[in-house]
């Protein structure tokens, strides 16, 4: 049971190009959520998703694009990465969003230069 | 929306006292009360969790309270050892909403 895996573990890109982060969970939830973490501003939710074929923004969406074709995967995609999209990306999944916990995967470190 | 607040940013303790770590929200929907824990190069991990209808909430060394009148919760733990060294995020969320964390605070057990 692996629980909530995030590929890849670090990426480096330049200004401009473009990326996808995928989110699997084996732990049918419904619930996936994207956030970023920056030093000194907590987590922040940049998009999530309450089932197949649904997603939703969150509080940091702009300059992020994401997809749940299938229940188990949450994909975040970078079209024009920017240096200012230079962060720690976390995906999390859940039950429901309140009243059940999230259950995160270990994080993306991604750079733009 | 809902915004929640922690304190401190920073905290320094000596092994064997007792850290508590209090954050405030402002939603009176809220009704689900997390603590995560997060090691370095690690995804946060859930260590604690209150609901609405429950004032206090004990496991082993950690406790939880929450004090829904005045909308603020917070996270005790007692004879804190060098492995409770991380940073510790509250978060809120009630009915239909995400969740909604705090900035975090960083605790330090000094051996």
Known sequence: NAGVTQTPKFRVLKTGQSMTLLCAQDMNHEYMYWYRQDPGMGLRLIHYSVGEGTTAKGEVPDGYNVSRLKKQNFLLGLESAAPSQTSVYFCASSYTHSNQPQHFGDGTRLSIL | ?111
């Open chain 2, 1 to 111: 929306g809902e915004n929640v607040e922690q304190h401190p940013s920073t905290l320094s303790v000596q092994e064997g006292d007792s850290a508590v770590i209090k954050c405030t929200y402002s939603d009176s929907a809220s009704n689900y009360f997390p603590w995560y824990k997060q090691e370095l190069g690690k995804g946060p991990q859930l260590i604690i969790d209150i609901r609405s209808n429950v004032g206090e909430k004990k496991d082993q060394r950690i406790a939880v309270t929450l004090n829904k009148t005045a909308k603020h919760f917070s996270l005790h733990i007692t004879e804190t050892q060098p492995e409770d060294s991380a940073v510790y995020f509250c978060a809120a969320s009630g009915g239909n909403t995400p969740l909604v964390f705090g900035k975090g605070t960083r605790l330090s057990v000094i051996a």
